[in-house]
C-alpha cells in the first residue's frame, strides 16, 4: 500500500513539475497580448469558476454540514474583503475559513 502512494506522489511530482519546467522554458516566445494567450487566461478563470459553484452548490465533507445561506455569506464577504484588500489574495482565504467556521458553530 505505501509502495503506491510514494509511487503516485511520485508520478504526480513529475507531471506537474515537467509542465512547470516547460511552460517556463516556453514562455519567452509567449506574448501577453495575444489572442491564444487571453483564451488561456479566459479558460483557466471559467474552469476556476466552475469549481468553486461546484464545491458552493454541491460540496462534499465537511462542507456538505454546513446551509446554503451560510456558504454564500462566506463567499459574498470574501469578495467584499478581496476587493477593499486591493485584490490581495490571502485575506479573504484566512477570513473565510474564519467567517465558515463562525457561522456555521452559530447557525
Known amino acids: 500500500m505505501s509502495n503506491i502512494i510514494v509511487l503516485a506522489i511520485i ?5 506537474t513539475y515537467l509542465s512547470r519546467f516547460l511552460g517556463a522554458i516556453s514562455s ?23 469549481l ?6 454541491f460540496p462534499e465533507g465537511a462542507l456538505a454540514n454546513s446551509d446554503y445561506l451560510v456558504r454564500f455569506t462566506v463567499i459574498i464577504i470574501s469578495v467584499l474583503i478581496f476587493f477593499i484588500s486591493k485584490k490581495n ?3 479573504p482565504t ?10 456555521n458553530s452559530y447557525f
Not at 94 to 103: D, R
Request: charged share 15%; proline share 0%; with cysteine.
Open 94 to 103: 484566512v477570513f473565510s475559513a474564519i467567517i465558515l467556521s463562525f457561522l
Open 28 to 50: 519567452e516566445k509567449i506574448k501577453e497580448d495575444s489572442k491564444i494567450f487571453k483564451w488561456f487566461n479566459c479558460l483557466a478563470y471559467s474552469t476556476l469558476a466552475a
Open 52 to 57: 468553486i459553484s461546484r464545491i458552493l452548490i
Open 11 to 15: 508520478a504526480t511530482s513529475i507531471a
Open 89 to 91: 489574495l490571502v485575506y
